[in-house]
T-cell receptor, first 112, second 113 residues
C-alpha cells in the first residue's frame, strides 16, 4: 500500500524567511496530494492540494510542487508570518480508492 | 455553518470502562472517517465509512468499533479501553472517498488510566 514520508519533523524560521517541507510517496498510481495545516487545539484544515496532471500550484504565499518521476512533492511558504506556525501534514491518495495516507507531520515555528 | 462536531472534547477514563465518542457532520457527506494522532506517527486511520451501513477497517482498527446508522453520524466506540488508546482522536468527512477534501472535527483528547 501507499506510504508517505515527510521531512523535516520540525522547522524553525525567522519571520519573513521561506519554509519548505518535503514529502515522498511510494505508489506511483497516487494522483492527489493535499496539504493540511493544524493549528494548536484544532483539527487539520486543507490549505492547498495538487493533482498529478499539474506540476505546480500557487495560492498567495503558499505553493506546492510535484515531481512525479521522483515521487515527491513539496510545500513552499514564502514571507513567513507568526500565524504560519502550526503542524503541517502532507497526504497522498488516488481516484477510486477509499483512503488518504498522511505523512507524520512537520511542526513549523516562525519566530518574530 | 458547515462543520464536523465531536463530543466530548476531553475525556479521562479508566481501563475497561466502555465509552463512545460522537461525531456528526452537517454537509451531507457520504464518506466519514476516524483518525488517531500520536506524536511522531501522524494521522492514522482507525475506521471509515463510505455510506450508511457501510464501514471498513483502516490501518489501526484493533480495540475500536464504529457504526453508521445515519448519514450524518459516525460514533467511535471503545468497548474496553486500554492505556495504549490514550491519544488525540479526529473525525473527518468528505464528499466521497479518496481524492476529495476532508473536513476535520476539533478533536477529542482521550486519556485512559
Amino acid at each position: 500500500g501507499e506510504n508517505v514520508e515527510q521531512h523535516p519533523s520540525t522547522l524553525s524560521v525567522q519571520e519573513g524567511d521561506s519554509a519548505v517541507i518535503k514529502c515522498t510517496y511510494s505508489d506511483s498510481a497516487s494522483n492527489y496530494f493535499p496539504w493540511y495545516k493544524q493549528e494548536l487545539g484544532k483539527g487539520p484544515q486543507l490549505i492547498i492540494d495538487i493533482r498529478s496532471n499539474v506540476g505546480e500550484k500557487k495560492d498567495q504565499r503558499i505553493a506546492v510542487t510535484l515531481n512525479k518521476t521522483a515521487k515527491h512533492f513539496s510545500l513552499h511558504i514564502t514571507e513567513t508570518q507568526p500565524e504560519d506556525s502550526a503542524v503541517y501534514f502532507c497526504a497522498a491518495s488516488m481516484d477510486g480508492t477509499d483512503k488518504l495516507i498522511f505523512g507524520t507531520g512537520t511542526r513549523l515555528q516562525v519566530f518574530p | 455553518e458547515a462543520q464536523v462536531t465531536q463530543n466530548p472534547r476531553y475525556l479521562i477514563t479508566v481501563t475497561g470502562k466502555k465509552l463512545t465518542v460522537t461525531c456528526s457532520q452537517n454537509m451531507n457527506h457520504e464518506y466519514m472517517s476516524w483518525y488517531r494522532q500520536d506524536p511522531g506517527l501522524g494521522l492514522r486511520q482507525i475506521y471509515y465509512s463510505m455510506n450508511v451501513e457501510v464501514t471498513d477497517k483502516g490501518d489501526v482498527p484493533e480495540g475500536y468499533k464504529v457504526s453508521r446508522k445515519e448519514k450524518r453520524n459516525f460514533p467511535l466506540i471503545l468497548e474496553s479501553p486500554s492505556p495504549n488508546q490514550t491519544s488525540l482522536y479526529f473525525c473527518a468527512s468528505s464528499f466521497a472517498a479518496g481524492a476529495y477534501e476532508q473536513y476535520f472535527g476539533p478533536g477529542t483528547r482521550l486519556t485512559v488510566t
